[in-house]
């Protein structure tokens, strides 16, 4: 596939090298200069100039491209580069660095395929490695939903039920389910479930304590405490591609202001990261 992404700061120069590694076709809008040779040094193709340009976009590709990742610190060259691609009939995904507010969220939602805010990712993988536990959040999917994955206990009061018997609060659903030591799939009725096994389950932010009640087997204070945290408790085993890519998005590090973009820059990849702040700078100052 063909992707264009605006924004070549670790946010976007991380995820074109995950593309880049599953083989691929990646360009990369930039305008920051010592930005755009830290990307062109690991040999990507970079077109200098500002993201929210359609001539821009032209030159990078976007009348081919498959989907178009706007991922820069400028919350308006995203959108207005989500637009454009919109026109050209690609996919389209935003990156949002202000709070993560359901106006903000709702704001955008409806205009691209894709929101993403890579802080709040990053804090959930983060937080996942810092806790170890039986509980691992994988990713908000909106404003009051997070995704999680649930290690069933000798304490949860489930133990030894069929999914059939399974009965949770009205706003959580199990998406996948794995019986200890295999692959996670789509569960069927006639499933037991036992201390080791896990459960994917999909639950808004006011009924997560009593799900880890009831699958991991938590108190009402603990559960109440964790899941108040925003679903925190997490696992200790190795996170999805998903969660190890977020966490490469520095949760924290990229806020930016409209003017400046983002401060991304990676010190571990380039002499001149140091010199420069405005490193997600895929648009206009």
Do not use: W
């Amino acid at each position: 596939m063909r992707f264009v992404i605006i924004g070549a700061g670790r946010v976007g120069l991380r995820t074109a090298r995950v593309l880049r590694d599953e083989d691929h076709e990646v360009t990369l809008v930039e305008r920051d200069e010592p930005t755009i040779r830290r990307a062109r040094d690991q040999g990507f193709s970079v077109v200098e100039g500002d993201g929210s340009r359609e001539t821009v976009l032209e030159e990078a590709g976007v009348a081919s491209a498959d989907a178009v990742g706007a991922l820069s610190g400028d919350l308006n060259v995203n959108f207005t580069a989500c637009m454009i691609a919109n026109h050209y009939g690609c996919r389209t995904v935003m990156r949002i660095d202000e709070a993560y507010r359901e106006e903000i969220y709702r704001k955008y939602a409806d205009q691209v395929n894709e929101v993403i805010y890579p802080e709040r990712l990053g804090a959930i993988g983060a937080k996942n490695a810092l806790l170890g536990g039986t509980i691992r959040a994988i990713a908000d999917v909106a404003p009051h939903l997070q995704v999680v994955e649930l290690t069933i206990t000798d304490a949860a009061p489930v133990n030894g039920y069929t999914i059939s018997e399974l009965q949770l609060p009205a706003d959580a659903t199990v998406l996948a389910f794995g019986k200890d030591g295999r692959t996670l799939e789509i569960p069927t009725e006639d499933l037991s479930i036992e201390d080791g096994d896990r459960l994917v389950v999909l639950a808004d932010f006011d009924v997560l304590s009593d799900v880890r009640q009831l699958l991991v087997g938590e108190s009402a204070d603990q559960a109440a405490a964790n899941a108040g945290t925003g679903g925190a408790g997490t696992g200790s085993g190795p996170g999805s591609a998903a969660t190890e890519l977020t966490l490469e998005a520095d949760a924290g590090s990229d806020a930016a202001s409209p003017s400046n973009s983002d401060s991304d820059t990676d010190s571990s990849t380039d002499s001149d990261s140091n010199s420069n702040s405005n490193s997600d700078s895929g648009g206009v100052n």
